[in-house]
């Protein structure tokens, strides 16, 4: 079976397109290749390709840009996606398509989790442009399945540990504050591309939430990471309050799984095995790409 992956240089993308190619047929085109905001290159594409499966994960993700790129995050998160979803109508294959713990606000008390069928709220033009695209998806493509995925790390593209690990070995030993009040469940997007990969091979269907098991704070998240890496910078807690945010983000990140466990498909583990997994894989040369960019 032939796949059309959309964004596979990015963070997801690249894990996607390592993880699918060992029993699919991956085409990767650069953006320049293929923008999805065109309809006509999409449909172009699709001609060209005659894919068995579309896979988005492409997007504009950051959040606080999204506030004051109104047009640009409509174009990429919304008229791509629907353009996609179409396409994928016509010429009859599978359209999967990334989303995010973003379209809920939020607002249950932790712990409770969000679940596939709980109704959407967003707080922001990110995760109201992410909505948005659901919708897009849902009412133009008859086969689909919409992952949604949150407080992704991997070893590529920007992302918390890559951002975290720079600025600590950059402050000489000076505290660092992290957020303690906002909770999610910390996902590698490798595992990610293995549930992904589980969901083609079982021809699924739907809505599904695809994060790691359990749930922590970003201190939290930053302790385990550092007591790992042994990176003895002290570390103070802070509240999103007192954050410089320009959107505004959802406390209750968590999302639950349930979807994927009805149907005997959930693959994610606890987010503690996974971090320590990717650390002890990863770590040294994290450390080492942190401190160069640090000097």
Not at 191 to 196: G, S
Not at 197 to 218: I, M, N, Y
Request: proline share 5%.
């Amino acid at each position: 079976m032939r796949i059309l992956l959309i964004g596979s240089t990015g963070m997801l993308g690249s894990d996607c397109r390592e993880v699918l190619s060992e029993d699919y047929e991956i085409i990767a085109p650069e953006r320049k290749e293929l923008d999805i905001i065109s309809w006509d290159r999409v449909i172009e594409t699709l001609q060209e390709v005659n894919p068995d499966i579309i896979l988005n994960c492409a997007g504009f993700s950051n959040v606080d840009a999204c506030e004051t790129e109104p047009f640009k995050v409509r174009k990429v998160n919304v008229e791509g996606p629907r353009n996609l979803a179409q396409g994928a109508a016509r010429f009859k294959c599978k359209l999967v398509h990334i989303s995010t713990d973003y379209v809920f606000n939020g607002k249950k008390n932790v712990p409770q989790p969000y679940f596939e069928d709980d109704a959407t709220d967003p707080l922001s033009a990110y995760g109201k442009s992410k909505m948005d695209s659901e919708v897009g998806v849902r009412e133009n493509a008859p086969d689909y399945a919409i992952v949604r995925t949150s407080w992704l790390y991997g070893r590529n593209g920007a992302n918390f540990i890559h951002s975290i690990l720079t600025n600590a070995l950059g402050k000489k030993m000076k505290p660092l504050k992290i957020i303690n009040d906002q909770f999610g469940s910390p996902t590698w997007t490798l595992t990610v591309a293995r549930q992904i990969k589980e969901l083609l091979k079982r021809d699924a269907k739907g809505t599904f939430h695809a994060t790691s098991e359990g749930h922590c704070t970003w201190f939290d998240f930053t302790k385990i990471i550092f007591k790992k890496l042994k990176i003895k910078v002290p570390l103070e807690p802070m509240s999103m309050a007192d954050y410089p945010y320009v959107a505004k983000r959802p406390v209750n990140c968590i999302l639950e799984n349930r979807l994927l466990k009805k149907q005997g498909l959930n693959l994610m583990p606890e987010w503690q095995k996974d971090i320590k997994a990717y650390l002890s894989k990863f770590g040294s040369d994290l450390v080492k790409r942190a401190k160069a960019k640090s000097l």
